[in-house]
T-cell receptor
Framework: SAVISQKPSRDICQRGTSLTIQCQVDSQVTMMFWYRQQPGQSLTLIATANQGSEATYESGFVIDKFPISRPNLTFSTLTVSNMSPEDSSIYLC????????????FGEGSRLTVL | GENVEQHPSTLSVQEGDSAVIKCTYSDSASNYFPWYKQELGKGPQLIIDIRSNVGEKKDQRIAVTLNKTAKHFSLHITETQPEDSAVYFCAAILKAAGNKLTFGGGTRVLVKP
């Protein structure tokens, strides 16, 4: 398994602002993903964070709204830009591959509330 | 793409009884089926998984069964305890396509003491 640290764990944000969430893993991983979990809902994949190149976004998610960085094999950031109340969700970092094995592991999530 | 449906959405059981959650998937090529448990305020935790070359897998009080023909798989929790109360998610994927899991809608399990 892996120890996945996300910051911040929660935040309250104003409409129109942007917030960057950090994900740090204690070992090198092949794959890093960002998921969104809206209140009381299941998990939806936002994008795959690719090391050294642009992230791969799923249908319905765009880079301008959710820019992602992945400078190395242990770290990634997700920015939620120009936030609206509809962006109030839990954002989860997940990892797989390399030293952590094939299974997908999740961080504890970052709970954002947009007022 | 893959579509995963999960039932029931909520499940209330008496402590000591069994709980069963069922999922169906649409893509017959899917070959990996994990189950996650999410406690309040925490991220999902992998509790058990099964691959398509296996029909059943057990780990203490938890078991998962897979019916490839019918394209459904189930989670069984025996001798439930209050700490089993959580939201459970099933997922499916074709492993060769990477680790982009498709999740079911989740089941909120409440174990009453």
């Amino acid at each position: 398994s892996a120890v996945i640290s996300q910051k911040p764990s929660r935040d309250i944000c104003q409409r129109g602002t942007s917030l960057t969430i950090q994900c740090q893993v204690d070992s090198q991983v092949t794959m890093m993903f960002w998921y969104r979990q809206q209140p009381g809902q299941s998990l939806t994949l936002i994008a795959t964070a690719n090391q050294g190149s642009e992230a791969t976004y799923e249908s319905g998610f765009v880079i301008d709204k959710f820019p992602i960085s992945r400078p190395n094999l242990t770290f990634s950031t997700l920015t939620v830009s120009n936030m609206s109340p509809e962006d109030s969700s839990i954002y989860l970092c997940s990892v797989a591959g390399s030293s952590v094995g094939e299974e997908l592991f999740f961080g504890e999530g970052s709970r954002l509330t947009v007022l | 793409g893959e579509n995963v449906e999960q039932h029931p959405s909520t499940l209330s059981v008496q402590e000591g009884d069994s709980a069963v959650i069922k999922c169906t998937y649409s893509d017959s090529a899917s070959n990996y089926f994990p189950w996650y448990k999410q406690e309040l305020g925490k991220g999902p935790q992998l509790i058990i998984d099964i691959r398509s070359n296996v029909g059943e897998k057990k780990d203490q009080r938890i078991a998962v069964t897979l019916n490839k023909t019918a394209k459904h798989f189930s989670l069984h929790i025996t001798e439930t305890q209050p700490e089993d109360s959580a939201v459970y998610f099933c997922a499916a994927i074709l492993k060769a396509a990477g680790n982009k899991l498709t999740f079911g809608g989740g089941t909120r399990v409440l174990v009453k003491p």
